[in-house]
């Protein structure tokens, strides 16, 4: 039996997921987009600010797997195993999914299907749409509304384009 209006408990465990995959995947976009951002205008080709981009996430994405493992490891001493090292990093794995399409996106201007200029745009606007995106599954899942959950996308869709905001005006 549910409360008047509650999710049968099995629907609402599979609607919620792991908050940790979504704090990950929420900040591998935001991660991404404003590295595209900043080092479009210091790189000098596609390629470049591919490998660069990516192996930032990679260096973040190491130093978030490590510092859960080293708060988890201060909060409850136990032994390191490799089990649950891996554990950490596929909890940490969306961060990296995250910007796959950005760099795609980026690619794209690599093999010359379109300017470096548009690749880069391409991957900024990507990045406010994901955070428009991520309010709106916010906004749905918290308001009883579609005005309340809209704002909640616009909010979060208004960060990202502060991001391009700042991006063009960098440039």
């Known amino acids: 039996m549910t409360e008047e209006g509650a999710a049968p408990e099995g629907q609402r465990a599979a609607r919620e997921g792991r908050p940790s995959d979504a704090a990950a995947a929420i900040y591998g976009g935001i991660l991404v987009t404003a590295l595209v951002a900043a080092l479009a205008h210091a790189e000098h080709d596609a390629l470049t600010l591919v490998l660069?981009?990516?192996s930032t996430?990679?260096?973040f994405y190491l130093a978030h797997v490590w510092s859960a493992l080293v708060a988890e490891r201060i909060s409850r001493p136990?032994?390191?195993s490799a089990k649950h090292l891996l554990q950490l990093a596929h909890e940490e794995w969306p961060m990296l999914e995250a910007g796959m399409l950005s760099l795609v996106l980026l690619l794209g201007a690599e093999a010359g299907?379109?300017?470096l200029d548009t690749g880069v745009d391409l991957a900024v606007w990507l990045g406010a749409v994901n955070l428009f995106g991520w309010g709106l599954?916010?906004?749905r899942r918290n308001y009883?509304?579609?005005?309340?959950?809209?704002?909640?996308a616009f909010v979060n869709g208004l960060f990202g384009v502060g991001i391009v905001v700042l991006e063009i005006l960098i440039h």
């Not at 009883?144 to 909640?152: E, I, M, S, Y």
Request: charged share 10%; no cysteine.
């Open 52 to 54: 660069s981009v990516a």
């Open 78 to 80: 136990r032994d390191l």
């Open 137 to 139: 599954v916010l906004g």
């Open 57 to 59: 996430m990679v260096v």
């Open 113 to 115: 299907v379109y300017s």
């Open 144 to 152: 009883d509304t579609w005005p309340q959950a809209l704002f909640a």
